[in-house]
Nanobody, 118 residues
Framework: QVQLVESGGGLVQPGGSLRLSCAAS????????MGWYRQAPGKERELVAT???????NYADSVKGRFSIFRDNAKNTVYLQMDSLKPEDTAVYYC????????????WGQGTQVTVSS
């Protein structure tokens, strides 16, 4: 029943922008912390940005000042606005929903490809 559906990925030139969206269903969205993670070929999956149910945010140092995460609880959707994109941002980006002190409830989207290349 739980589903996270991502959209907005694609090919963009260095310095360009993309906005990723993740629409959630099957959960009480407003109480979940939401996050974006990414995985490049041959690399481990890494945290990009998170936003709590109280709208506190956290960013990886590599994206700080360039990416913004925000949520719209009325639409059960979390977004990742990506500006000033670099080739090293190329990866599959995954949406995550997490709830509980020990992350008892932890769900993932299918991933969306972001490619930054000229």
């Amino acid at each position: 029943q739980v589903q996270l559906v991502e959209s907005g990925g694609g090919l963009v030139q260095p310095g360009g922008s993309l906005r990723l969206s993740c629409a959630a269903s099957g959960i009480t969205f407003s109480i979940y912390a939401m996050g974006w993670y990414r995985q490049a070929p041959g690399k481990e999956r890494e945290l990009v940005a998170t936003v709590t149910s109280g709208r506190s945010t956290n960013y990886a140092d590599s994206v700080k000042g360039r990416f913004s995460i925000f949520r719209d609880n009325a639409k059960n959707t979390v977004y990742l606005q990506m500006d000033s994109l670099k080739p090293e941002d190329t990866a599959v980006y995954y949406c995550n929903a997490r709830y509980g002190a020990t992350s008892l409830y932890d769900y993932w989207g299918q991933g969306t490809q972001v490619t930054v290349s000229s």
